[in-house]
């Protein structure tokens, strides 16, 4: 058994299939806000890429409403009445977001039970603010982490108030004290962002165990970091299709996609600490905490 003190935890496709959550929610809004629009869907695809990647976020808020062609409908309509008209688009993305995103199996009876162990627990994300805390919120795991450890808050180009009298929903309950915004560079697989989220959490990397699904950007960083490095290779998606289509919306820039290809080849001499082949439980196997001493 592994003694630790503190767990860090990857989030998406570690805890849940991120791939399966996001992006039919995505195409399901594009499709239906194409027939609203009566605009070709693949030019409306192309605009919202572009959203993307001048927010540097595949997942930005409302980026639909920042389009060139909703925009120029903005223009000619007034913003309150097409969105209005978008409603049902971002509806079928709310929908298909609702349905899709769960918990991998035994996830979290698995982090109950290391709380139990005396581990404390904590998340480490690239996702920005908006996306990583409304994913903790919706599948109840604030009361779970001590701290979350995200990117910054999207800070988008249009009012927070598209037109008089709107009122945004409320924000997510996960308190503001739990989680830390890390600055635009300080992002995986750099080990010293690792380090320094150990060192704020006040304990050592010989007694921390970080636990993600990229051999490149988890495993590596966690080992250089020297902590005690779990694969969740569970988690590792397979599905071709689903990644080209997340290449066709991604915010990623040819010197991104280098860097990942330098990662991948990086990553070949990658050697986890523990592998979860097939469940997040298994770690229960390896990890013990203080209240087992």
């Known amino acids: 058994m592994k003694y630790v003190d503190l767990a860090v935890f990857d989030l998406d496709n570690t805890l849940y299939n991120w791939y399966a959550s996001f992006l039919p929610a995505f195409y399901s809004m594009v499709d239906v806000a194409a027939e609203l629009l009566h605009c ?20 930005h808020p409302y980026a639909l ?16 009445q097409v969105w209005r008209l978008l409603d049902p688009a971002f509806h079928a993305f ?6 899709e995103l769960r918990l991998f199996p035994d996830v979290r009876e698995t982090l109950d039970e290391l709380k139990r162990r005396g581990i404390r627990l904590v998340a480490f994300t690239d996702s920005k603010y908006f996306a990583a805390v409304g994913r903790i919120a919706r599948l ?20 927070t108030a598209p037109f008089e009298g709107y009122r945004a929903q409320p924000i997510y309950n996960v308190l503001a004290t739990k989680v830390s915004e890390l600055p635009a560079g ?6 010293q962002v690792l380090k320094d989220i150990v060192q704020r959490e006040r304990t050592s990397v010989t007694a921390t165990a970080y636990i993600g699904d990229s051999l490149a950007k988890d495993v590596l960083m966690a080992s250089r970091a020297g902590c005690f490095a779990i694969w969740a290779k569970y988690g590792l998606s397979k599905d ?21 290809q330098r990662l ?5 001499t990658a050697a986890p600490d523990f592998t979860c082949q097939s469940s997040i439980k298994e770690i229960l196997d390896i990890l013990s905490g203080r209240s087992q001493l």
Not at 94 to 99: G, I, T
Not at 246 to 258: G, K, R, Y
Request: with cysteine; charged share 35%.
């Open 140 to 159: 109840e795991l604030s009361d779970v982490f001590e701290r979350l450890y995200c990117r910054e808050k999207s800070v988008s180009e249009l009012p």
């Open 94 to 99: 709310n929908k298909v977001r609702k349905s």
């Open 40 to 59: 070709d869907k693949e030019l409306l695809v192309s605009q919202m890429k572009a959203v993307h990647v001048r927010h540097h976020d595949v997942e």
């Open 264 to 268: 991948a080849q990086s990553a070949s």
């Open 240 to 260: 071709q299709e689903m990644y080209s289509k997340l290449v066709a919306i991604s915010h990623w820039s040819e010197e991104d996609i280098n860097r990942e």
């Open 65 to 80: 409403f920042e389009t060139d062609i909703v925009q120029a409908r903005v223009k000619a309509e007034g913003a309150e």
């Open 186 to 191: 300080e992002t995986k697989p750099d080990p």
